[in-house]
């Protein structure tokens, strides 16, 4: 059985604090779904000060902007984005057009079709995470999006120049200085000067992870995200100080950041608590990293590594880093995780920042479902049919009649029956009278 070396001391946000949320986004969309651009601008002004001519930053600004950030930053930005382009590459190109011939004269397609245009939501708030840019709009332009219209709020009243800069980079079509609930409905309802998108991607706060899931269907989302999670499975053999490092990295996030181990070594497992009791006081992000390890950190003592990969596959955490003699034993182990991180010389951060993979990932328990953001999100996989040979067109006709009959859907069966009549010679007994041209 399991032993808990640390226990999370919190509980997850109650029924009552998702209703508020809910509540109030759906307000806010209700609002701006009526108003448009107005209403937009008054929340605009309401939650981050901000109410400028135009949310949507003209060329000759983005040129200012992007021409003040250091040039250390722009050509960091210009590596990380060769990653994450790159990988995207060759995930599109491993995504082939189909056409096969199931039946003489039967041809059958596939092809994959880029959304029309795209929305691309990068938060700023405490943390101006200018790696999203990368993630949401390089991906998105990859899949050969014509449109893409990026957005991402103010901090403090001042605009957040590196990740303009990124989105620019990135190939944003479009930029809008716009953040929270307000962009999230502009770009699915469309407004006044900013025209819907077909898919909105990017994280953000409860608030932004609440209207996209109000405004799926009306718009296509990337994923239902919540706070971000890690889990690091490890035996004997990881550095303590390494894991504790790692599980710190990403609690910072926010305070209701899950970071679990699951540990083999009862030994480990302790010397990790240490090393993270001592790390925690002098961490400049201890105001979210604390609360977090608090009441969502986890160490977890079991028997083997099997029973360590069954364990963390019941989490279905975020992002999994496997810290063990043997790392990629966990791609043949394990089936429920948004991303994996194999062995010591990586980290969540790398996937995170600069490696190239995507940090867009299920959180929730979502992985037990879906994938994370990738180059196949924004492209929709669509078929075709062409039947070119009369006499198979004839026998599927024949069938087409039965199985439509077996469901009574008469219609149906009627449009198989004129083809069996009409390459195949058969009969009508529902029009006698009727003339097929052969």
Known sequence: MPELVKAPAGQRPGATQDADVAERVSTIIADIRDRGDAAVREYSERFDGWSPDSFRLTAEEVERIVAGVPEQVIEDIRFVQEQVRGFARHQRESM?????????GVHLGQRHVPVAAAGSYVPGGRYPLTASAHMTIVTAKVAGVPRVAACTPPIRGEVPAATVAAMHMAGADEIYLLGGVPAMAALAVGTETLPRVDLIAGPGNAYVAEAKRQLFGEVGIDLFAGPTEILIVADETADPFVVAVDLLSQAEHGPDSPAVLVTTSADLGHAVLEHVERLLPD?????????SWRDHGEIVVVDSLDEAFEVADGYASEHVQVLTENPRQ?????????ALFLGEGTCVSYGDKVSGTNHVLPTKGAARYTGGL???KYLKTVTYQEV???????RLGEVCGRAARVELFEGHARSGDVRAAKYGGASLPWAPQAEVRT
């Not at 082939?96 to 003489?104: F, G, M, N, S």
């Not at 966990?330 to 948004?338: E, P, V």
């Not at 070119?388 to 004839?394: F, G, I």
């Open 388 to 394: 070119t040979d009369p006499a198979a067109s004839a």
């Open 96 to 104: 082939r057009d189909i056409e096969v011939e199931t039946l003489p």
């Open 374 to 376: 990738w180059v196949g």
């Open 330 to 338: 966990a791609l043949d182990r394990m089936n429920q995780y948004g």
């Open 283 to 291: 961490m400049p992000t201890r105001d979210f990293a604390e609360p």
